[in-house]
């Protein structure tokens, strides 16, 4: 890997990063398929426990390097990739499960909306027709620039109504305002305490729903990096082989997707019960009860306990209560039965071979 600063914004790279970042791209593309390739061994049933253990071994350090490489904060900029309510660069298999296949990569800096020419404009008015219909750079006759940088972003994200369906309501709310009042269109509004119809102030009700839009605006803003969308430090660089690179690894990891759309959620199964059997063979070495997931500490105090406590707090959802929950209540009474069916099965064997009058 290159050894270019990774606390480094992509506004803030020089040429040479950049095509230092764009050539790391190659690499990731050629571990992307070994990794799902592993996945897939992972989680074939066939394969026992020490191959399963040998294999996510591998998988967790081929995922870490993707994660660890410079070029994945860019990937994750270049698409506008985040989790909701929060600042930390999302896990690479979170991505994989989450990012669009209609996403493109967009520099931080250059979110914008296109005016087209009159003529292209009025081909758009057959609502019935427009499906087809292809636009080039040529039909373009205006591009609009909102400062600051990042306010389309958080624009888009308050229309979200999987972020917040209220404030998506409310800017609902306020663009029909805003178009009844240049269409010149009425508008009442009742009240609902007493079913009465009162006289309404467009204004005054357009500038009640805005305050309340301007606060989630805020809101949303605590969770956007406001640095990344800064102009770039050195003007008139080219990015041209950077995108193109991160949409083939976007490519990539859609094109195995599709393959198998459950392919991480057979991983995360897997390594769940992976874990169980890591807290098995503790529990047994230490000789204790494996019938019970003891708490947290005193795993932790256990040879081998606290590395266990640490993946299960990094890998699984709801942390180790949840996980404790799950191997008492199914994983471990399901392989409980199925160890006594074999030793039955084998004891029937031996019964039936050594008297054959059976």
């Excluded at 959802?317 to 409980?336: C, M, P, T, V």
Aim: contains cysteine.
């Amino acid at each position: 890997m290159s050894e270019v600063i990774q606390t480094l914004k992509l506004r803030e790279y020089s040429q040479d990063e950049i095509n230092a970042a764009s050539e790391e791209f190659d690499i990731l593309l050629e571990i992307l398929p070994l990794v799902l390739q592993d996945i897939i061994k992972f989680s074939t049933p066939k394969n026992s426990i020490n191959t399963k253990k040998i294999l996510h071994k591998r998988i967790i350090e081929q995922i870490k390097t993707i994660e660890d490489s410079f070029c994945y904060p860019i990937f994750l900029e270049l698409f506008g990739v985040n989790y909701e309510f929060s600042n930390l660069n999302p896990k690479f298999i979170d991505v994989f499960k989450g990012i669009t296949p209609s996403s493109l990569p967009t520099l931080p800096w250059a979110y914008n909306r296109i005016i087209y020419k009159e003529s292209q404009e009025k081909n758009y008015f057959n609502i019935k027709d427009t499906k087809t219909l292809k636009t080039n750079q040529s039909d373009f006759e205006e591009i609009i620039k909102f400062k600051p940088n990042e306010f389309l972003v958080l624009f888009s994200r308050m229309n979200d109504s999987l972020r917040s369906s209220r404030c998506s309501e409310l800017m609902e709310i306020y663009l029909a305002l805003s178009l009844a009042k240049d269409f010149g269109f009425e508008v009442n509004s009742i009240d609902y305490q007493k079913g009465e119809l009162k006289k309404t102030n467009l204004d005054e009700l357009k500038q009640r729903i805005f305050s309340y839009c301007k606060s989630y605006y805020l809101k949303f803003e605590e969770y956007a990096e406001k640095e990344n969308y800064k102009d770039p430090v050195i003007k008139d660089l080219n990015y041209d082989s950077l995108i193109i690179k991160s949409l083939a690894f976007k490519s990539k990891i859609i094109e195995f997707r599709n393959r198998d759309l459950r392919l991480f959620e057979n991983f995360d199964k897997e390594e769940k019960d992976l874990f169980c059997w890591e807290l098995k063979d503790i529990l047994e070495i230490n000789k204790l009860d494996i019938t019970i997931a003891p708490s947290s500490p005193t795993v932790n105090k256990l040879f081998g306990g606290s590395g266990l406590t640490k993946k299960i707090g990094e890998k699984i959802d709801g942390g180790y209560s949840s996980f404790a929950k799950y191997y008492q209540n199914e994983w471990i009474l399901s392989n409980l039965n199925s160890e006594f069916n074999v030793i039955s099965s084998n004891l029937e064997s031996a019964t039936r071979k050594d008297n054959p009058l059976l």
